[in-house]
Nanobody
Framework: QVQFVESEGGSVQPGGSLTLSCAASRGSFNDYALGWFRQSIGKEREFVASVPRSGDVPRYADSVKGRFTISRDNAKSTVSLHMNNLKPEDTALYYC?????????????????????WGRGIQVTVSS
């Protein structure tokens, strides 16, 4: 079983940057694909980014492509989301998640139903 320790969120102005991170407080990320999702008020939770066990070829939602970068450190069991050029529409509760992937180093799911473990959520507010 995986449990997360999440970084603090924050408030930033449009155009600003922020990095979110999750670490495994129990268990290891080694056998899991990792992802980030977000949920804004009044909207359903949506995919943001995911990275396979290998760390290669991450996937991104079109809305964040070119602005956000997902990365993982398997030795430290951490996953990060680096967010640049933030926009007001990026305001949301951000969730890290882990999907069991023992048989594949390249499995990079974007569907939240396949994720087995979830963080509690990190609030990000983008406002002037």
């Amino acid at each position: 079983q995986v449990q997360f320790v999440e970084s603090e969120g924050g408030s930033v102005q449009p155009g600003g940057s922020l990095t979110l991170s999750c670490a495994a407080s129990r268990g290891s990320f080694n056998d899991y694909a990792l992802g980030w999702f977000r949920q804004s008020i009044g909207k359903e939770r949506e995919f943001v980014a995911s990275v396979p066990r290998s760390g290669d070829v991450p996937r991104y939602a079109d809305s964040v492509k070119g602005r956000f970068t997902i990365s993982r450190d398997n030795a430290k069991s951490t996953v990060s989301l680096h967010m640049n050029n933030l926009k007001p529409e990026d305001t949301a509760l951000y969730y890290c998640a882990a999907a069991d992937s023992p048989g594949s180093l390249l499995y990079t799911p974007i569907t939240q139903l396949v994720y087995d473990y979830w963080g509690r959520g990190i609030q990000v507010t983008v406002s002037s």
